[in-house]
């Protein structure tokens, strides 16, 4: 028996929607749109935009592992990476390989992409 391969829909997903009209009616529709519980994004911009320098694979490793509370030597007996490497890891002087991906991942419960 095959198992749906997709996610039933979910009640109040978010939607993002975008409309076209006069720029003199949109305060009226932005104001019409929040009453029935939207808000208003934009002004945002995407998260990765204000990061886009710092998100390499060795800032997400140091965030990985500070929010699961180890140190690198507590990492590195989990992995049996040697603490060293992992310094040099988060330090950008080192490589992280695919296989080193997942045994951080599977150490830091996070998905091992990441990482590369």
Not at 19 to 27: A, N
Not at 71 to 99: A, C, F, V
Request: hydrophobic share 35%.
């Amino acid at each position: 028996m095959r198992a749906p391969t997709k996610k039933p829909p979910i009640e109040n997903e978010p939607v993002e929607l975008r409309f076209l009209g006069p720029s003199g009616k949109r305060s009226e529709a932005v104001g019409a749109l929040k009453s029935l519980g939207f808000v208003d994004v934009s002004d945002s911009i995407p998260w990765r935009e204000c990061f886009d320098d710092e998100l390499t694979p060795g800032t997400m490793l140091v965030g990985a592992r500070g929010k699961e509370g180890l140190t690198q030597k507590q990492l590195s007996e989990l992995t049996g990476i040697p603490q060293r490497h992992i310094s040099e890891m988060e330090n950008g002087k080192r490589p992280i390989g695919k296989e080193m991906a997942r045994k951080l991942g599977k150490a830091l419960r996070v998905g091992y992409k990441v990482f590369l």
